[in-house]
């Protein structure tokens, strides 16, 4: 009688740990290579939503300014102030005294910062009295 041996079939151990060195190379190379575009994707993703914040806080403070310009003849700046002085910290508000234009007018600087995305923009003194004529933006 004759014996038969099966011969098993499979990886032998040398190719498994040849396999496992070539992944772990290729798996190095690209963390190498796309390992820090992976860390920096989320920034500009970051910077748009700070930007729309920014946007919308603003068109909030100048939509409130000239709805307040075209219904009262003074007081609007500091209704401005009173409004988003203190209860927003994007907002930073700078009152100018007579520093605007050639006869003196009262201004007010607004920044707005919201990460690192700052916008600004500069509201003068409001009308004087109701024969001049409303804004209209």
Known sequence: MRAH????RGFTLVE????????????VVVVKLMGTQLLKSA???????????AEGTMEQV???????????TSGSLDAVVTEFGSNNTAVQLTRNANTFGTDGQDSLTVVIT????ALST???QERTNA????ASF
């Open 114 to 117: 919201v990460g690192n995305v």
């Open 5 to 8: 041996v099966k011969r098993s």
């Open 131 to 134: 024969t001049d004529s409303s």
């Open 122 to 124: 500069l509201l003068t």
């Open 43 to 53: 920034t500009p993703l970051t910077t748009t939503q700070d930007a729309a914040r």
């Open 16 to 27: 498994v740990i040849v396999v496992i060195l070539i992944a772990g190379f290729l798996g």
């Open 62 to 72: 100048v939509s409130f300014y000239t709805n307040h310009v075209n219904s009262h």
